[in-house]
Nanobody, 121 residues
Framework: QVQLAESGGGLVQAGGSLRLSCAAS????????MGWYRQAPGKQRELVAT???????NYADSVKGRFTISRDNAKKTVYLQMNSLKPEDTAVYYC???????????????WGQGTQVTVSS
């Protein structure tokens, strides 16, 4: 089975930092575009950051200068370094990616299970 597994969420005070990880498992031919999304209670899921296979990145305006997305293709893992956290960053953070399983050799979108990030004031 091909899966994305997230880790690194938790409770942190405003101004603190967290590093989220998203590891892909299973028989995977390639990981292509990857991204992080977040969803707060009562709100729509929003895009936080994306990274292409070549390493090009894009960020939501609300996190520019504070968050950094990166990837390690050898480890089949994508990261989200979150610095200077604010209470408004509180949300469930989801990993998303376009993967090519060896079983199908076709692009398929996968989502992680989500990890809670809570920032206290």
């Amino acid at each position: 089975q091909v899966q994305l597994a997230e880790s690194g969420g938790g409770l942190v005070q405003a101004g603190g930092s967290l590093r989220l990880s998203c590891a892909a498992s299973g028989s995977i031919f390639s990981l292509n575009g990857m991204g992080w999304y977040r969803q707060a209670p009562g709100k729509q899921r929003e895009l936080v950051a994306t990274i292409t296979s070549a390493g090009s990145t894009n960020y939501a305006d609300s996190v520019k200068g504070r968050f950094t997305i990166s990837r390690d293709n050898a480890k089949k893992t994508v990261y989200l370094q979150m610095n200077s956290l604010k209470p408004e960053d509180t949300a469930v953070y989801y990993c998303n990616g376009d993967l090519v399983p060896r079983q199908t050799m076709r692009y398929t979108t996968y989502w992680g299970q989500g990890t809670q990030v809570t920032v206290s004031s």
